[in-house]
């Protein structure tokens, strides 16, 4: 399992990440997607934890919680939707 944790201030750190979720068990991974032009993080990160329990204790407690000035949106990760929009006509 992976969790979603969005609506995070742009100035955050895969380092901050780690450091809020280890307060709830061992961190695996955090990822940071960046703007491709930018390089400026896009709001939103995932993080994967030792196991589920420590997961779902981590989503419980974070989903609403005041972080940066900002109220995070913890979940779930879901799989990534094909959206199909890359598709061009050829003429």
Same mark, same amino acid.
């Given at each position: 399992m992976s969790i979603y944790v969005g609506n995070l201030s742009y100035e955050v750190t895969e380092a901050d990440l780690s450091s809020v979720f280890a307060e709830y068990g061992a961190v695996k991974r955090v990822y940071v997607p960046t703007d491709r032009e930018t390089? &400026? @993080? /896009?709001?939103?990160?995932?993080?994967?934890?030792?196991?589920?329990?420590q997961e779902s204790n981590a989503i419980d407690?974070?989903?609403?919680?005041e972080w940066m000035g900002r109220s995070m949106?913890?979940?779930?990760? &879901? @799989? /990534?939707?094909?959206s199909g929009g890359g598709r061009r006509n050829s003429f």
């Open positions: 390089g &400026r @993080p /896009r709001g939103f990160a995932f993080v994967e934890m030792d196991t589920e329990a407690t974070l989903d609403g919680a949106k913890v979940n779930q990760a &879901r @799989p /990534r939707e094909n």
